[in-house]
């Protein structure tokens, strides 16, 4: 019993550590729909992926096999130039990765094209997508998100014998998770409305997630160029490279504030 509730506590933090950039996400795609609904948007969406990955944790739990095992019409390459063997699970992240990069720089062009703020404001607030699009979008990216991390809780639940309480515990932990991330979500939408100058750094914290998504997928594609294995970048690098930026931008603030004052 208390094996299983230290799982639990485990699974929790893990969630709660690997759902960093999805709320990060969840938090910017939002800002796309009509201001009045943003707030119902966020809470719809979360509500919706965590029913859904509770489905996503059942579906991998029966046919995990599946995702796993390369594709034989993916499999191959040219020899010294490119080697690869796809599957289920890689194309999933690659895909997620790839669509991350593209929302978070066409994100930066959007504010560097940009001459009036107060117009780029305006027009956030008009929505430039239908509450259901943005809805869809964060369901979506919240399940390529949580794909890792339920592959991780299988793992970490692989130890208990009994397949029903394994199955249990996670699905407490994604309830748990969400319900945390409905908590979080609002709160850091109000805090980047109120503070626009952190947009940047969280767009391109998004892009560096784009591109971890990206060398994981090609890590379990066994993706190899000119015969150099693509190797994931590891969690503690991430989370290393997000401290440097937000120090960075932190310093380049106050320093920039101090110039302004002597001006």
Known sequence: MLENIFTLFMLIMLQAVLGFDNLLYISLESKKAPETDRKRVR???????????????????SIIGYFQKPFSFLTGGID???????????????LGGGFIIYTAIKEIWHMIGTQNLEQSAADLRKGTKSSKA?????VLMNLVFSFDSILAAIGLTSAIESTTTAFIIMTIAIVISGLLMLFLADRISVFLAKNRMYEVLGLFILFIVGIMLLTEGGHLAHLKLFGNEIVPMSKTTFYFVIAILVIVDVVQGKYQKKLLDKK
Do not use: C, E, P, T
Request: proline share 0%.
């Open 43 to 61: 809470k719809v969406g979360i509500l919706i992926a965590i029913v859904l990955r509770i489905v996503l944790l059942f579906l991998l739990v």
């Open 80 to 94: 010294d130039v490119i080697k690869f063997a796809f599957n289920g699970h890689s194309i999933i992240v690659l």
């Open 134 to 138: 943005v809805i869809f979008s964060i």
